[in-house]
């Protein structure tokens, strides 16, 4: 196992040609690079899966842990270049290398025209690179390199097209915040030094699997800080406000980055420490709370947006905050699993809507769209899978990554609030009901409903084969991704569950089989059959609104106008950091640069400046070069000691 | 080879190759630009390379290597003394053990300064020279007065001495120390600047000539950092220890505040100078944690932001001689007529702003991670600085070459020439050597560092024993760095 590195020097490979010499290599050969780098890393990552499994059934089971080269030593603070392979790593290496080069192929044909493609496939090699890094990091601050990078790559493609205001307005948004999430997690880092004198997870968990010197408010510090880091990232409420505008990026950067991969880094984070947020019962729990208030909250805003992207990407961020329901209550491998699932859909919805926004030239706002089913028969059905496979479809890969959260939720009984797991439920089936219905309001309004554009101006076309490939590999990931863990009540073997709890098993945290044995598969079938019929009834609601009575949406906004304003600008989230912080604090530093800096401190090293010299001026009629005056000035002066001495001596 | 070099003053040839260098230039016509252009450049060159000679040398347990003893003013006991240790031979190079010495070389370094931002700078020079110059004399003259007064002190312990190895076995008395240490520290505190004492360099920084502000950046703030860890903790630790706390609180009151007033300016040039402030807060904190990562983290920085805010100058230097303005306002959308500008420039800005596996988070994350184990509400409140970091470069950044590139003037813009580039790509391949592979650097500082500091905590404990606890306060924060620093777990 040995080589997994390999997977991240391919894509920096890719990078430095790309980076050093694209702007003078044909386009193709820059194509051929970018792409041919990546697909390396997936070969890598897919061979050391293979192997690893080969040694399961051998029963070699284990982690891989190695380094390659020392980074930062001082005193007792070593940190190298090391790599971890196990299960999670893996999974996680697999995934986001697949989807990257899918993303890659179709970025072939999306980006064929742009001046900038040799920079494109750059940043996007780049952004491979260091998400691997993230992912098969051994210690936590080679991860951070990781997570920085990937903030590096996701800045420069938000701000791809730099020349928009909007763009690089957003480039630097997503950067400012994320970078907020990172001032926690580097405390959350250094207090995880201090205290436990480490940073490699294996070490640590080590060092966590025994009774530790230190009380239960030491880890939830930790954990909190960390998680504020994950925040940031991935992008939960309130520090979620970059991701919406992140949108202005290629499309295509949208689907891997901030879709796919990158804003589940947050997610993986958890994940990866489980054993450290698990010694804080109550970490877990805000965790668990602000991901179920985050899935909802980011669903009720996707319900009335109007552009194509911003749905998705409120989609995005409540899928995310489902994960981080399951991962704060203890069901680890569930966040990663539905995680896993998402990366298929969501991706496979990004680059559906980015063929839907190449074939109408750019046209984002689905209230422009309609009809495009007709056009676009073959996008059209991939997005249709995505949507069902989001909203939760049956037998479709959402439906089971969902369901087994919201089974978790139903089965959690955490100590400090024993309700949570059903207040969790329910927020999280009603997350689910939402969901279906803006997905499928989403479908109708570009795809069934009619045409509201010039068909003879717009001419909408369907999208080049480069461009439908990778759609119709991701959209068997997400028909079939599923699979990997099914539910118990199907009486078919788990794959994945048992696979990822051989990392993710510590905790408070039951094992699959063990949560399956306790529960009443009559109950699990029960809470499925509530799912699915709220599912259906979303669609069918949608279905209602948009199909059958066609225009009787603008009825409705006009009867609950306030809550639908309150929507349609995201609960003022935006306006409110604008008048809380971003203003104030541009005001501020005005003031302390003007008042405090120009005025008080230089002010002061002036003033004595002035009072020296006034000093000066006021005794510089003294010398008025006469010798005269010299002379009388030492005269009178001899005369004045003499005196003195005479009356002190007297 | 090495028989030779043993024998050799490559320590004084390092020293007194450019004096020579200007001695020879003032006595060839100064109408030859061409020849003092390119032996003003090999120069340099050389000097650099005899300088890298000493790092085979340097010892590794913290002692003084190359010394050079020859008696000056016998009848002062003044003599010219050299020699380097890890932290010296780092920062290229300051390498008096003398304390005469140490001050006609500090007093010396502001003559070509004054004559740089004097007559070859614009627009406010002359204010921004005489400002420069007077602000930093009133600071030396006071650390002369401790030079005299440790003089004189030291006789009453047999002969009076300036040297720096006999004067750091002597202790002094603690309230002694106290006025010896304010009145080094008020010296050093106005070159580093360490707020409040700043407000001379935005202005020299300004008006001084790009060659001016790279040194400056590079070089004359790095004396006020080396003399602090060197003098001002070296010689008087009961003090430096006591006044802990302050340091570290006006480093991290430079860090805050000098990225607020960043976000405020609207002139590229004011804006690095002020930036230099917010970073070399953090070597200021790092210095006084007491521990040895702070402290080695606190040498890298020195030499980060000597690499990278100098890059930065530079850079800045490149676009105003091809537009004549430095006002953020005036551009926008370069990265369309200057590509490889703009590469240069993100790499640079990124360093700066602490991007991992680049030189800046190397230092940061070091001294950030001492600063939070010596004081964690004010390590924490640095923290926040990188946040603020981001903000004001990344500011910068978009307004200079995102957007549309409206401004005709701009549209003509020449990319880098060849020279340009050939300057840039070593600090550029610095840059990331110290961000990736930062083990050679840490390796050479470490001991020099650590027997620093182990010798601040044998003072700290001998007064811990004597005292009845009035430092009770940072002595708490000084058992665990005693901790942590004899801690070695594996990794």
Known sequence: MQYIHLAILWPLIGLLVNGLFGRHLPRKLVGFVGCFSVFLSFMVSLYAFVMYLGSQTLGLFGEYEYYILPWIEVADLKINYGFLVDPLSLLMALTVSLVSFLVHVYSLGYMADDDGYSRFFAYLNLFVAMMLTLVLANNLVLMFIGWEGVGLSSYLLIGFWYRRKAAADAGMKAFVVNRLGDFAFLIGIFLTFWFLHNMRFTALRAELSGPTEYGPYLFTAIALFLFVGAIGKSAQFPLHVWLPDAMEGPTPVSALIHAATMVTAGVYMVCRLNFLFTWSSFALLVIAFLGGFTAIFAASIALVQNDIKRVLAYSTISQLGYMFLAAGLGAFWIAIFHLFTHAFFKSLLFLSAGSVIHGVRGEQDMRKMGGLARYMPQTYWNFLIGAMAISGIPLLAGFFSKDAILFAAFQAKPELIPSAGTILWIVGIATALLTAFYMFRQVYMVFLTPPRFEESELRPHEVSWVMLVPLWLLSIGSVFGGYLALPALFRLPNLLGPFLQRTLALGTEKSAEELHRASDLLREGLLMGVSVVLVLAGVGLAYYLYRVRWGVTERLKRMFAAPYRLLLNKYYVDELYDAAVVTPGRTFAAAVDEVVDRGVVDGLVNLVAFVVGAFGQLLRPLQTGFVRNYAWYVGSGAVALVIILWLVRG | ?491
């Open chain 2, 1 to 491: 080879m090495k028989e030779f070099l043993a024998g050799a003053p490559i320590l004084s040839i390092v020293v007194f190759l450019p004096l020579a260098g200007a001695a020879i230039m003032a006595l060839i016509p100064s109408d030859r630009t061409r020849f003092h252009r390119w032996f003003a450049l090999w120069i340099s060159v050389a000097t650099f390379l005899l300088a890298l000679l000493l790092l085979p040398g340097v010892s590794s347990f913290g002692e003084f290597s190359h010394q050079e003893r020859y008696l000056w003013i016998p009848q002062l006991g003044i003599n010219y003394h050299l020699g380097v240790d890890g932290i010296s031979v780092v920062l290229l190079l300051f390498s008096s053990l003398d304390l005469v010495l140490f001050y006609v070389f500090w007093e010396g370094v502001l003559i070509p300064m004054y004559l740089l931002i004097g007559i070859w700078g614009s627009g406010r020079r002359i204010y921004a020279a005489m400002k420069f110059v007077l602000y930093t004399v009133v600071g030396s003259f006071l650390m002369l007065v401790a030079i005299i007064g440790l003089y004189v002190y030291s006789s009453h312990y047999g002969v009076g001495t300036f040297d720096f190895l006999r004067l750091r076995e002597i202790s002094l008395p603690g309230n002694l120390q106290t006025w010896f240490f304010l009145a080094f520290g008020l010296a050093f505190a106005i070159k580093v600047p360490i707020f409040p004492f700043h407000t001379w360099l935005p202005d020299a920084h300004t008006e001084a000539p790009t060659a001016g502000s790279v040194l400056l950046a590079g070089v004359l703030l790095k004396m006020g950092t080396y003399g602090l860890i060197r003098f001002s903790i070296g010689l008087f630790p009961e003090a430096a220890v006591r006044f802990a706390p302050l340091m570290m609180g006006l480093g991290v009151i430079g860090i805050i505040y000098g990225a607020l007033v960043c976000v405020a300016q609207r002139d590229l040039k004011r804006l690095v100078a002020y930036s230099s402030v917010a970073h070399m807060g953090f070597v200021v904190l790092g210095l006084f944690a007491f521990n040895v990562q702070g402290e080695v983290g606190a040498v890298i920085q020195m030499v980060n932001h000597g690499v990278s805010t100098g890059a930065l100058f530079l850079l800045v230097g490149m676009l105003y001689a091809r537009r004549h303005t430095r006002e953020l306002g005036a551009f926008g959308g370069l990265a369309q007529p200057m590509p490889v500008y703009f590469n240069f420039f993100l790499i640079v800005m990124l360093s700066s702003v602490g991007l991992p596996a680049l030189n800046g988070f190397v230092g940061e994350f070091l001294i950030l991670m001492g600063g939070i184990q010596a004081d964690w509400l004010l390590g924490g409140i640095a923290v926040f600085g990188v946040v603020l970091a981001a903000v004001y470069l990344l500011y910068m950044f978009k307004q200079v070459f995102f957007g549309p590139c409206a401004n005709p003037a701009n549209r003509q813009l020449r990319d880098l020439s060849l020279r340009e580039v050939a300057v840039l790509v070593p600090l550029v391949l610095i840059i990331f050597w110290i961000g990736l592979f930062p083990r050679p650097c840490l390796r050479v500082i470490e001991p020099a560092v650590k027997s620093t500091v182990q010798r601040v905590q044998q003072h700290i404990y001998r007064t811990y024993e004597s005292s009845t606890g009035s430092i009770g306060g940072s002595l708490l924060a000084l058992d665990i760095r005693a901790y942590s620093l004899e801690g070695g777990s594996e990794n």
